[in-house]
């Protein structure tokens, strides 16, 4: 599919930490290893290896993941417009996100980069199991209806538009227009595959308590999205980009 440049790389360029140049170091390594990239392929999609920008850039505009510091929105901003102008010679192509228990911070990136028509998609995407009151709190208590219907939340984005619930996950790739998700799974569609690629317990589907019924749900987004994106037809855009 292409080239992803790392896992949930992080920059820490945060003030309070003392450290000022790691993000503009990141940013010129992404702008380098980009290039290097094209160099040898000029058909592959390069996906960046980030988490989202406020974990890569350790810029913590949500406290404890609530409504977004109007003051710092200004910060993020300007953080995006300094790595969608750092590319050189060649440009990546996709935005990359991990998207657990309905966090918002990545799905700030999608809405914000959507604006921008620049491609995002989730890599990894679930919820975190632990004690009762914790996945409660985390998305409602139950796995299944947290992925088909949401969860009864009102939040605000980093646009400061305010959305009555947590969106289920046809939702979230209808609303901000992501290219993909993908649940943190083994490749095998079953729950009793081996848990060897999960690397995640609390967050994996394999022989998860529920595993058989996530699977199926998982088949029931795929086939809606799929069925979606074969009723829109094929993009203009792309055919025009692939005969030049």
């Known amino acids: ?27 010129d390594w992404l702008a380098d290893i980009t290039d290097t990239i094209r160099s040898i392929d000029r058909n ?7 988490q989202y920008l406020a974990e890569l850039t350790d810029y913590a505009y ?3 993941d609530g409504d ?16 969608l102008r750092g590319c050189t010679t060649y440009c990546w192509n996709v935005w990359s996100l991990t998207d657990y228990d309905f966090h918002h911070y990545a799905i700030d990136d999608a809405i914000y ?17 632990g004690t009762p009151d914790e996945e409660r709190a985390r998305f409602g208590g139950d796995r299944l209806s947290a992925l088909r219907s949401g969860l009864a939340r ?15 996950t046809v939702d979230l790739i209808e609303q901000t227009g992501m290219q993909g998700v993908a649940p943190w799974a083994s490749p095998a569609p079953e729950a009793s595959a081996s848990p060897a690629m ?3 317990s609390l967050r994996g589907l394999s022989l998860a308590r529920e595993g058989d019924a996530l699977w199926q749900a998982w088949r029931e987004i ?20 692939l005969s030049e």
């Open 1 to 27: 599919m292409g080239w992803q440049l790392g896992n949930e790389l992080k920059s820490r360029d945060s003030r309070r930490n003392g450290i000022d140049d790691a993000y503009d170091w990141y940013v």
């Open 44 to 50: 592959h999609l390069i996906v960046t290896g980030t």
């Open 62 to 64: 949500r406290l404890n």
């Open 68 to 83: 977004p510091n109007a003051e710092l929105a200004a910060g993020y901003a300007e953080r995006f417009d300094r790595i």
């Open 113 to 129: 980069l959507q604006q921008l028509g620049v491609a995002t998609m989730v890599t990894e995407y679930g919820f975190t199991l």
């Open 154 to 168: 009102p939040w605000v984005d980093i646009t400061g538009e305010r959305h009555p619930y947590d969106w289920n």
């Open 198 to 200: 999960d690397l995640d």
């Open 222 to 241: 795929a086939g809606r999205l799929e069925a979606e994106n074969g009723a829109a037809g094929v993009s203009a855009d792309c055919m025009a980009f």
